[in-house]
T-cell receptor
């Protein structure tokens, strides 16, 4: 039962363009969402998060959008840089629970 | 380095042996989580611990797996009688709070021959 889904296993974009990574969830009890970035042979590192009371959160080149009615969130990276090439995991949490539920990840490749 | 420290980074075991993975949380963090990542999969929650207490082990297989976070020393994830299906990357994370951002270690990669 995949409660957090990242349907695109991979994405390739040109340097300087926008990268859009998508994530869908099925559990309406989730109220906090996070994006993690992972390089090969390293642990995931936190990138950006959003609470369900918001629909947008921005941090530099990274913006996360939340559409609660569609149970959908997306991560926008603009402009994309080659150093952004990594696997991006979407994660969700239900208030009162201490565990994150992760998607399978999307591998982003930014071409110079 | 004040980050989450995991060791060993790589561990090779034969079927039937035991695997012990260690995790030292970030300084000041009292909440420890273990996640497992199978090949081509996302991270799956296994267990959440505080010092001397298992808070949530709903993601742990019922047999052969155990975890502890003693008063002194690192958290230990123990896998007894390993099987090939246990081959995975095991990530430890810590946080100072019950919810929110987790800080992950670099993972321990277990290979069962």
């Amino acid at each position: 039962d995949q409660q957090v889904k990242q349907n695109s296993p991979s994405l390739s974009v040109q340097e300087g363009r926008i990268s859009i990574l998508n994530c869908d969830y099925t559990n309406s009890m989730f109220d906090y969402f996070l994006w993690y970035k992972k390089y090969p042979a390293e642990g995931p590192t936190f990138l950006i998060s959003i609470s369900s009371i918001k629909d947008k959160n921005e941090d530099g080149r990274f913006t996360v959008f939340l559409n609660k009615s569609a149970k959908h969130l997306s991560l926008h990276i603009v402009p994309s840089q080659p150093g952004d090439s990594a696997v991006y995991f979407c994660a969700a949490e239900r208030g009162g629970s201490e565990k994150l539920v992760f998607g399978k990840g999307t591998k982003l490749t930014v071409n110079p | 380095n004040a980050g989450v420290m995991q060791n060993p980074r790589h561990l090779v075991r034969r079927r039937g042996q035991e695997a012990r993975l260690r995790c030292s949380p970030m300084k000041g963090h009292s909440h420890v989580y273990w996640y497992r990542q199978l090949p081509e999969e996302g991270l799956k929650f296994m267990v959440y611990l505080q010092k001397e207490n298992i808070i949530d082990e709903s993601g742990m297989p019922k047999e052969r797996f155990s975890a502890e976070f003693p008063k002194e020393g690192p958290s230990i994830l123990r896998i007894q009688q390993v099987v090939r299906g246990d081959s995975a990357a095991y990530f430890c994370a810590s946080s100072p709070l019950m919810t929110g951002e987790l800080f992950f270690g670099e993972g321990s990669r277990l290979t069962v021959l």
